[in-house]
């Protein structure tokens, strides 16, 4: 049945965009989350949260113009 499927591959425009899209969004998390709240403390309980949203933003992000990098 997997071989009558058609493979659909994601347009390389829509990845580069999505990619980018959220590395700018995690920055702007990050400065607008410093700026509400006058600055970064790491090891505060209450930025522990955003600060792993910010992180994930940034891995997908660098993932996935990583692999449109060496895309086949």
Same mark, same amino acid.
């Given at each position: 049945?997997?071989?009558?499927?058609?493979?659909?591959?994601?347009?390389?425009?829509?990845?580069?965009?999505?990619?980018?899209?959220? +590395?700018?969004?995690?920055?702007? /998390?990050?400065?607008?989350?410093?700026?509400?709240?006058? %600055?970064?403390? @790491?090891?505060?309980? *209450?930025? +522990?949260?955003?600060?792993?949203? /910010?992180?994930?933003?940034?891995?997908?992000?660098?993932? %996935?113009?990583? @692999?449109?990098?060496? *895309?086949?």
């Amino acid at each position: 049945m997997a071989a009558h499927m058609a493979e659909v591959a994601f347009p390389e425009k829509a990845q580069k965009v999505l990619s980018i899209l959220l +590395i700018i969004g995690a920055v702007a /998390v990050y400065f607008g989350w410093a700026i509400a709240f006058g %600055g970064w403390n @790491l090891f505060e309980r *209450r930025f +522990i949260p955003v600060y792993a949203i /910010v992180s994930v933003m940034l891995l997908f992000g660098g993932l %996935g113009l990583l @692999l449109l990098k060496h *895309r086949d």
